[in-house]
C-alpha cells in the first residue's frame, strides 16, 4: 500500500463494547513509520484509542490516568483527506 505524506487523516474509531463509532479529523499525520504506531506502538494502546475515541465525540483528551489495555477499540479505517485507505484493523 502507498503511504503518502499527508498532514491530515481521518480516523475510523469504533468502541467494541457498545459498537459506536467516531470519526476523528487528525494532524497526527501519515509517514513510513505510522502503521507501526497503530499496530504494534502506542496508537495500539487502548490508552491513546480512548483518548482518540473522546476527541472523535468532541470531548478534550482525557488527562485522566487510563490503565493500558488491548481490544477496547479498533480502528475501522484511517484515511488519507482524498479517502485513499492507509490501515485498517477491520477483519478482510
Known amino acids: 500500500m502507498h ?3 499527508h498532514t491530515d487523516i481521518v480516523i475510523d474509531i469504533m468502541k467494541m463494547s457498545t ?6 479529523q487528525s494532524d497526527l ?9 497503530w499496530k504494534d506502538g502506542n496508537f495500539s494502546c487502548d490508552c491513546n484509542r480512548a ?6 465525540g468532541g470531548d478534550e483528551p482525557s488527562a485522566q490516568w487510563r490503565d493500558c489495555s488491548d481490544g ?5 479505517a484511517i484515511k488519507s483527506q482524498t479517502g ?3 490501515y485498517s484493523e477491520e477483519p478482510a
Open 3 to 5: 503511504e503518502p505524506d
Open 19 to 24: 459498537g459506536e463509532r467516531r470519526t476523528w
Open 29 to 37: 499525520g501519515w509517514d513510513k513509520h505510522s502503521k507501526f504506531l
Open 51 to 56: 483518548s482518540f475515541f473522546r476527541q472523535a
Open 72 to 76: 477496547e477499540f479498533r480502528v475501522v
Open 84 to 86: 485513499q485507505l492507509l
